[in-house]
């Protein structure tokens, strides 16, 4: 991704939303969610490149700069809630993708993230259940949305997804969590016994007024 009308094109894939030039510099673009009208991409060049500006979790704000030398602190923002990205080829597209999907997730306030947030707090060596993760994440009705959401996590590695299992202890299909096994090898190593591809829930079921 390096021009404005792939990223324009990007930032307008996500549910409600629509762009807008609210500034008398027509350089500036902004993509905004309709539930709240506030912006989670700025479209603009500078110095010959296109700049996204992008909304970023303070946690993770320096991750990203860390990462990649063309993630810089927000231009024209605060710069601890917003990066900017410099679409100069050398970042992934699917990292630039992951952030700008990442900043819609911080302003819509989307149940994707409310989810993952859930998923958070679920305690080492405990699991839960689809149907208790999305009453977490403030329905019930949404657990088919939980394991849409699980399956393309955005950070594995503080988002424990694997510590989900169905309704009967179950595990998820081959094809999660990073292959063949991964999810009984993760669980296994924080003490939680695996038998024929099922959890006891009696003993390992993190407990909370959502189940």
Known sequence: MTTREEALKYGL????TYTDRPFRDQNWQLVRYHGNDKAFLW?????GLINLNVKVDPEKA???RKVYSSVIPGYHQNKEHWN???LDGSIPERDVKLMIAESYDL?????SRRIFEAVKKIPYGHV???SQVAALAGDRKMARAVGNALHRNPDPEHIPCY?????KG????EFAFGGPGAQEKLLEAEGIAVVDGKVDLRRYQWKTDAE
């Open 43 to 47: 479209i603009y060049e500078r110095n």
């Open 128 to 130: 839960a259940t689809y």
């Open 170 to 173: 179950e595990l998820a299909g």
């Open 84 to 86: 900017t990205i410099l």
């Open 163 to 167: 510590r989900v299992v169905n309704a």
């Open 107 to 111: 302003i819509s306030d989307s149940p």
């Open 62 to 64: 320096f991750f990203w």
């Open 13 to 16: 894939a996500f549910p409600e």
